[in-house]
Nanobody, 124 residues
Framework: VQLQASGGGLVQAGGSLRLSCAAS????????AGWFRQAPGKEREFVAA????????YYADSVKGRFTISRDNAKNAVYLQMNSLKPEDTAVYYC??????????????????WGQGTQVTVSS
């Protein structure tokens, strides 16, 4: 199983970025996907998650209304559209996948597979 995250970069506050996560070795309809982030000196935190069919999405309060998670199961890919970016969104962003379909979508220990991370830097 491999998750490849991409799309990070440097953007000014108020700008937008779209992260992509390409999955291989997983059947798209059988995993829930999520995005987490880790800022320097801080613990990894939940950002967003989406169910296997894409019918339900979940967001951290800090990104609700600004970020949108989506997926294209035909391409076996997951996306994170980030708008109205703030300097506090600066972090390494990781995509993750799990075959666990219970609760706790915001808990990193529920995820079995992780991508390598992509850096997002928002300047003020």
């Amino acid at each position: 199983v491999q998750l490849q995250a991409s799309g990070g970069g440097l953007v000014q506050a108020g700008g937008s970025l779209r992260l992509s996560c390409a999955a291989s070795g997983l059947t798209s309809s059988y995993y829930r996907a999520g995005w987490f982030r880790q800022a320097p000196g801080k613990e990894r935190e939940f950002v967003a998650a989406i169910t296997a069919g894409g019918d339900s999405t979940y967001y951290a309060d800090s990104v609700k209304g600004r970020f949108t998670i989506s997926r294209d199961n035909a391409k076996n890919a997951v996306y994170l559209q980030m708008n109205s970016l703030k300097p506090e969104d600066t972090a390494v962003y990781y995509c993750a996948a799990t075959t666990f379909f219970g609760r706790d979508v915001d808990k990193d220990y529920r995820y079995d597979y992780w991508g390598q991370g992509t850096q997002v830097t928002v300047s003020s």
